[in-house]
């Protein structure tokens, strides 16, 4: 458990090192060009770390139900999240999911944001979202590990 702890707040120091590397304007001009989607992908990184965090408190010490089977999950999660919040980032940006009806001249990105860091936080309805839509707009089927975890029980 203490290599998980570890291993997660160097995500979220290389999460931090890269935001600080953009306020710096350190960053190579080809990145700084997809800006929100890097910074989507770090609010994602972001909920995936605070979700893992909250989940080791949790098992650990409230529950006091730590098991290592589910190790694997802990490193895993946080890339998962990451790769969540690139992809509300997409969904966005192509207009399959729309976060206000009026398009406002001086609107902000606090949508892609905020989508980004719950896409990351609860990457499991994320995922079921983007099948119901996918489902809805091309009649692609949940998959089969979608059917099945939405009947085993979720850590």
Excluded: H
């Amino acid at each position: 458990m203490i290599l998980i702890i570890i291993y997660l707040f160097i995500d979220l120091m290389a999460l931090i090192s890269i935001f600080v590397l953009f306020q710096l304007q350190l960053m190579p001009n080809w990145i700084i060009n997809i800006k929100l989607l890097v910074y989507c992908m770090l609010l994602g990184g972001l909920g995936g770390f605070i979700y893992c965090s909250r989940a080791i408190y949790v098992n650990y010490c409230v529950n006091k139900k730590w098991d290592p089977y589910w190790n694997i999950w802990y490193y895993i999660r946080p890339i998962v999240s990451c790769v969540s919040g690139a992809v509300s980032w997409l969904f966005l940006k192509s207009g399959l999911l729309i976060l206000d009806s009026t398009q406002k001249i001086d609107s902000s990105n606090l949508g892609f944001y905020a989508l980004a860091f719950i896409a990351g936080y609860n990457v499991d309805k994320f995922m079921n979202k983007i099948e119901q839509i996918s489902e809805a707009t091309w009649g692609i089927e949940k998959s089969r590990s979608s059917k099945l975890s939405n009947n085993s029980i979720r850590k």
